[in-house]
C-alpha cells in the first residue's frame, strides 16, 4: 500500500472517528425514515434525498476541504520539509494525499451513493448510473482541484517569503469558484468566448450535440467531467513534481489545450 495513503488513512479514519460518523449518519437517516415512514412511497425517496444531501456535504464540500488542507497541515505542523525529503515518488504523494485526507469523507459521502442508487434502481430510472457517475467525478474533480491550488498557494507563499494560511488558500478557492460560476453563467460571456452551449452540457436531460455528433447527456457530461478530474490531477502531480525539486517536461500543457 501507497505508505502516504496509509498514513492519511490512519489519521483521517481512524476507528474511533468511522464509529463517531457512523453514529451520526445511523441518527440522521433513522430520523429520515421515520419521519417519511407513512409517506407513500415509503421512507425510501427521502432517504435518498437525504443521502444527496450527504454527498454534497461530504464528498464535495467536506473532501475538497480535506485534501486541499493535506499539505496545508503539514506546513502548519512544520512536516512538510522532512516529506520533501523522502523517498516517496510525487504521484504517490499525490493521489496518497488526496484519497487518504478525504478517506473519512468517502466513506460518509458513498452512503449517500449508496441510498441515491437504491432508489434509482427501484424506480428503473433511466441513466442512474451515468447520474451517479457524474457526481464522483465531480467530487474528485473538485479535490484534485483544491490539492493543486493548495500546492499553488504553498509556493506562493515561499516566492513571498510569508507563511502560507488554509483560510487564505481554501477561502480565495471559494470565493474563486463563486465568481467564476457568476461570469461564466451570463449569456455575454458564453458567446464572447464561444460556450454558447455550456448550460445545455450542465442542465440537459435528453442529448447533446458535440462537433456535429449527438450524445446522451447524462454519458457526456460524466465522461467529460471524469476526463476533467483527471486533468486536475495531473496538475496537482506536476505541482507536486515542482515541490520535490524535479523537472516537468513541457507536454502536460500543450496535451490538455489539444
Not at 502548519?76 to 510525487?90: E, N
Not at 460571456?189 to 449527438?214: P, T
Amino acid at each position: 500500500m501507497n505508505p502516504e495513503f496509509q498514513r492519511n488513512l490512519w489519521l483521517e479514519a481512524s476507528p474511533r472517528r468511522i464509529a463517531w460518523a457512523a453514529v451520526v449518519l445511523i441518527l440522521i437517516y433513522g430520523a429520515t425514515a421515520l419521519v417519511a415512514r407513512e409517506s407513500a412511497g415509503g421512507p425510501l425517496p427521502a432517504m435518498a434525498g437525504v443521502g444527496a444531501f450527504v454527498f454534497i456535504i461530504c464528498g464535495v464540500l467536506w473532501g475538497s476541504r480535506a485534501a486541499g488542507g493535506a499539505v496545508l497541515g503539514e506546513i502548519a505542523d512544520r512536516t512538510w520539509d522532512f516529506q520533501r525529503l523522502s523517498a516517496l515518488t510525487p504521484w504517490s504523494m499525490t493521489w496518497g494525499k488526496m484519497l487518504g485526507a478525504s478517506s473519512l469523507a468517502w466513506m460518509c459521502a458513498l452512503t449517500g451513493v449508496v441510498l441515491m442508487a437504491g432508489l434509482m434502481l427501484v424506480q428503473g430510472q433511466p441513466g442512474a448510473l451515468w447520474m451517479l457517475g457524474f457526481l464522483i467525478a465531480l467530487a474528485l474533480f473538485l479535490q484534485a482541484v483544491s490539492l493543486a491550488v493548495a500546492l499553488i498557494g504553498v509556493r506562493k507563499a515561499r516566492a513571498e517569503g510569508r507563511v502560507v494560511r488554509a483560510g487564505g488558500v481554501l477561502g480565495g478557492l471559494i470565493l474563486g469558484v463563486f465568481l467564476l460560476m457568476v461570469v461564466a453563467g451570463s449569456a455575454g460571456f458564453q458567446r464572447g468566448a464561444g460556450l454558447s452551449g455550456l448550460s445545455s452540457f450542465l442542465y440537459a436531460r435528453g442529448d447533446i450535440g458535440w462537433w456535429g455528433q449527438i450524445f446522451p447527456a447524462t454519458g457526456f457530461r460524466t465522461i467529460a467531467t471524469l476526463a476533467l478530474a483527471g486533468w486536475a490531477l495531473a496538475g496537482a502531480w506536476r505541482l507536486m513534481r515542482l515541490e520535490l525539486q524535479m523537472k516537468n517536461l513541457p507536454v502536460i500543457w500543450p496535451a490538455f489545450l489539444i
